[in-house]
């Protein structure tokens, strides 16, 4: 069971749940959603934080670590904006965990005009479109293959996710497109109407 990366910090103060379970927003970067999961490799656990655009599924921002600090969060969400450069309002949907409810993480969404929002505590549903990339990601990749060293696993996942989850592996939710295709099909319909 590699999903045991939520801590909670008790004296922190999470954002409401704006979602609501609902991730069908109208077009790209309106809602992002983050997550952590961890894998055990010969040389200790690798962590991954990712954020998702919701719309595409897409992951638009990700980091890779060997503690789980905020710091891995806070990688993962300059990823995105630096890829994505949103507007004032897009939601960042998360779980309670320390490192999404902490001061820097906030402060870094404030400063770039990103709204928080999180989900209830323990219920995967809150998160569903991240737990969803999780869930492919373990089955397609990490439960396949031992990892003796945390280098050959980054090695793997960023394959996984730039080389083949963004551009190649079709979605049934998004018409079995991959996402980078979605989005490039959405943009085009979009300039053309």
Known sequence: QRH????RDP????????VDRNFLPPER????????????TGEGW???????????RRVVGWS???????????DALDMAIAQRHPTTGLVHHSDHGCQYTSFAFGRRLAASELVA???TVGDALDNAVAESFFATLECELLDRYPWPTRTALRTAIF???EVFYNR?????????????????HHASAASAA
């Not at 045991?4 to 801590?7: A, K, L, Y």
């Not at 690798?46 to 595409?56: K, N």
């Open 168 to 184: 190649q592996r079709r979605h049934s939710t998004l018409d079995y497109h991959p996402p980078a295709a979605y989005e490039q």
């Open 64 to 74: 890779m670590a060997d503690h789980l600090r905020a710091e891995l969060v806070l």
């Open 11 to 18: 004296t922190a103060t999470p954002a409401p749940d704006l």
């Open 46 to 56: 690798l962590y991954l934080a990712v954020v998702l655009d919701a719309f595409s």
């Open 29 to 40: 970067d309106r809602l992002w959603v983050a997550d952590i999961t961890q894998q055990r």
């Open 4 to 7: 045991g990366s939520t801590r």
């Open 117 to 119: 929002s999180m989900g």
């Open 159 to 161: 394959d996984f996710i």
